[in-house]
């Protein structure tokens, strides 16, 4: 993990988690039928995926780009991150839409990725935490 000067400010991360929700949504919604055609999952699946993503993305822009980011902005963020892994494996464990072993990489990659985003979101929410007076 970086240290905390390295670390990008909770604005930053949920820009750039918008941004990378905004990009994987276009990418699953106007390519659904060939993304499904190489990994093996439903091309439903990846449209409704990829429309979920857009308004997320909307979302978390709103969110970092308050005025005054409030916490529960990025306790949100992580949270929804938190649910789209979960989803992302319960999605693999099911076998549902017999994904490919390109499909399931897919998965997996894009999971991974959230997951990384989300710790560093974590970490630089708790950074950002008001610290506690001492007497």
């Known amino acids: 993990m970086p240290t905390k000067s390295a670390l990008p400010s909770l604005r930053t991360l949920l820009l750039i988690d918008a941004a990378t929700c905004a990009a994987l949504g276009l990418v699953l919604d106007l390519g659904a039928a060939p993304i499904a055609a190489l990994t093996g999952l439903p091309a439903g699946l990846l449209l409704y995926a990829g429309l979920a993503l857009l308004p997320i993305a909307a979302f978390l822009a709103l969110i970092a780009l308050r005025p005054t980011l409030q916490p529960i902005g990025g306790r949100l963020a992580i949270a929804g991150n938190a649910a789209w892994i979960a989803a992302s494996l319960a999605l693999l464990a099911s076998g549902w839409g017999a994904p490919n072993g390109l499909g399931v990489t897919f998965v ?23 610290r506690p007076q001492t007497a």
């Open 108 to 130: 997996l990659i894009q999971a991974l990725a959230v997951a990384g985003l989300t710790l560093l979101e974590l970490a630089a929410l708790r950074r950002s935490a008001p």
